[in-house]
Protein backbone atom coordinates (compact mmCIF):
# COMPACT_ATOMS: atom_id res chain seq x y z
CA UNK A 1 0.00 0.00 0.00
CA UNK A 2 3.21 2.05 -0.05
CA UNK A 3 2.40 5.51 -1.79
CA UNK A 4 -1.19 5.24 -2.34
CA UNK A 5 -1.63 8.46 -0.47
CA UNK A 6 0.70 10.42 -2.84
CA UNK A 7 -0.76 9.10 -5.80
CA UNK A 8 -4.12 9.99 -4.68
CA UNK A 9 -3.40 13.38 -3.96
CA UNK A 10 -1.44 13.62 -7.07
CA UNK A 11 -4.52 11.96 -9.00
CA UNK A 12 -6.83 14.69 -7.01
CA UNK A 13 -4.84 17.28 -8.03
CA UNK A 14 -4.90 16.07 -11.40
CA UNK A 15 -8.77 16.07 -11.67
CA UNK A 16 -9.05 19.77 -9.91
CA UNK A 17 -6.46 21.17 -12.40
CA UNK A 18 -8.86 19.44 -15.28
CA UNK A 19 -11.66 21.31 -13.84
CA UNK A 20 -10.16 24.35 -13.51
CA UNK A 21 -9.27 24.67 -17.47
CA UNK A 22 -11.20 26.85 -19.15
CA UNK A 23 -14.16 25.86 -20.52
CA UNK A 24 -14.77 22.69 -17.93
CA UNK A 25 -16.93 24.72 -16.05
CA UNK A 26 -20.72 24.63 -16.46
CA UNK A 27 -22.79 27.47 -16.68
CA UNK A 28 -22.79 29.88 -13.81
CA UNK A 29 -20.30 28.78 -12.19
CA UNK A 30 -21.73 27.19 -9.17
CA UNK A 31 -20.58 23.74 -10.82
CA UNK A 32 -20.15 20.50 -8.75
CA UNK A 33 -15.91 20.72 -9.83
CA UNK A 34 -16.61 24.38 -7.90
CA UNK A 35 -18.34 23.10 -4.98
CA UNK A 36 -15.41 20.34 -4.18
CA UNK A 37 -12.84 23.33 -5.25
CA UNK A 38 -14.03 25.48 -2.08
CA UNK A 39 -13.92 22.30 0.55
CA UNK A 40 -10.23 21.14 -0.83
CA UNK A 41 -9.00 24.97 -0.99
CA UNK A 42 -10.20 25.39 2.43
CA UNK A 43 -11.52 28.33 1.76
CA UNK A 44 -15.47 27.22 3.58
CA UNK A 45 -15.58 25.24 6.69
CA UNK A 46 -17.09 21.52 6.43
CA UNK A 47 -19.77 22.18 8.95
CA UNK A 48 -21.65 24.09 6.78
CA UNK A 49 -21.98 21.67 4.24
CA UNK A 50 -24.11 18.64 3.54
CA UNK A 51 -23.05 15.16 1.34
CA UNK A 52 -25.89 13.86 -0.77
CA UNK A 53 -24.97 10.11 -0.24
CA UNK A 54 -26.91 9.36 -3.50
CA UNK A 55 -24.76 10.57 -5.89
CA UNK A 56 -22.14 12.56 -3.54
CA UNK A 57 -22.84 15.72 -4.66
CA UNK A 58 -22.06 18.50 -2.10
CA UNK A 59 -24.11 21.56 -1.51
CA UNK A 60 -24.15 24.11 1.06
CA UNK A 61 -26.30 23.40 4.68
CA UNK A 62 -28.42 26.35 4.52
CA UNK A 63 -29.22 25.31 0.76
CA UNK A 64 -30.25 22.25 2.34
CA UNK A 65 -32.88 23.06 4.99
CA UNK A 66 -34.45 24.92 2.20
CA UNK A 67 -37.17 22.85 2.51
CA UNK A 68 -37.48 23.29 -1.48
CA UNK A 69 -33.43 21.94 -1.97
CA UNK A 70 -33.24 19.55 -4.50
CA UNK A 71 -29.89 17.89 -5.77
CA UNK A 72 -28.75 19.83 -8.59
CA UNK A 73 -27.09 15.96 -9.77
CA UNK A 74 -29.47 13.41 -8.98
CA UNK A 75 -32.69 15.06 -8.18
CA UNK A 76 -33.78 13.79 -4.66
CA UNK A 77 -35.52 16.21 -2.43
CA UNK A 78 -34.84 16.62 1.08
CA UNK A 79 -38.17 14.03 1.61
CA UNK A 80 -35.70 11.26 0.49
CA UNK A 81 -33.36 12.21 3.66
CA UNK A 82 -30.28 11.55 1.46
CA UNK A 83 -28.37 14.98 3.40
CA UNK A 84 -25.66 13.84 5.82
CA UNK A 85 -23.90 16.51 7.14
CA UNK A 86 -20.48 16.27 5.53
CA UNK A 87 -18.25 16.66 8.57
CA UNK A 88 -20.21 14.03 10.50
CA UNK A 89 -20.15 12.06 7.67
CA UNK A 90 -16.61 12.06 7.08
CA UNK A 91 -16.00 11.50 11.05
CA UNK A 92 -18.28 8.78 11.07
CA UNK A 93 -17.22 6.85 8.22
CA UNK A 94 -14.10 4.73 8.22
CA UNK A 95 -11.65 5.65 5.35
CA UNK A 96 -11.75 1.48 4.32
CA UNK A 97 -15.68 2.19 3.22
CA UNK A 98 -15.31 5.40 0.95
CA UNK A 99 -12.07 3.14 -0.80
CA UNK A 100 -14.51 0.34 -0.77
CA UNK A 101 -17.38 2.15 -2.55
CA UNK A 102 -14.85 3.53 -5.06
CA UNK A 103 -13.73 0.42 -5.96
CA UNK A 104 -17.25 -0.93 -6.05
CA UNK A 105 -18.27 2.29 -8.25
CA UNK A 106 -15.14 1.58 -10.91
CA UNK A 107 -16.36 -1.92 -11.48
CA UNK A 108 -20.06 -0.84 -12.18
CA UNK A 109 -20.90 -2.18 -15.66
CA UNK A 110 -22.54 0.47 -18.14
CA UNK A 111 -22.17 4.01 -16.43
CA UNK A 112 -21.35 6.46 -18.66
CA UNK A 113 -17.84 7.25 -18.71
CA UNK A 114 -18.14 10.92 -17.74
CA UNK A 115 -20.10 10.30 -14.89
CA UNK A 116 -17.90 7.47 -13.47
CA UNK A 117 -14.93 9.43 -13.78
CA UNK A 118 -17.21 12.37 -12.03
CA UNK A 119 -18.30 10.48 -9.30
CA UNK A 120 -15.00 8.38 -8.58
CA UNK A 121 -12.85 12.27 -8.61
CA UNK A 122 -15.96 12.86 -5.90
CA UNK A 123 -15.10 9.85 -3.79
CA UNK A 124 -11.42 10.77 -3.92
CA UNK A 125 -11.96 14.32 -2.48
CA UNK A 126 -14.01 12.74 -0.01
CA UNK A 127 -10.44 10.61 1.12
CA UNK A 128 -8.97 13.57 0.87
CA UNK A 129 -11.27 15.65 2.95
CA UNK A 130 -11.19 12.58 5.30
CA UNK A 131 -7.93 12.19 5.90
CA UNK A 132 -7.52 15.84 7.03
CA UNK A 133 -10.79 16.09 8.85
CA UNK A 134 -9.48 12.98 11.07
CA UNK A 135 -5.69 13.68 11.41
CA UNK A 136 -7.23 16.90 13.08
CA UNK A 137 -9.51 14.76 15.41
ZN1 LIG B 1 -27.55 13.65 -5.30
Known amino acids: MKGVGGMLSGL??????????????????????????????????????????????????????????????????????TQQPLQAYLIATPPETIEKNLREWMNVKGARVAYRTLRAARYKCLLVLQKRVQGRG
Request: proline fraction near 3%; charge should be negative; aromatic fraction near 6%.
Open 12 to 81: VKDLVERWRAPGSQHAGGASDSARYEILLDEVEPLDRWTLCTVCLNVDRTLAVVRSRWRCTDCGVDTRND
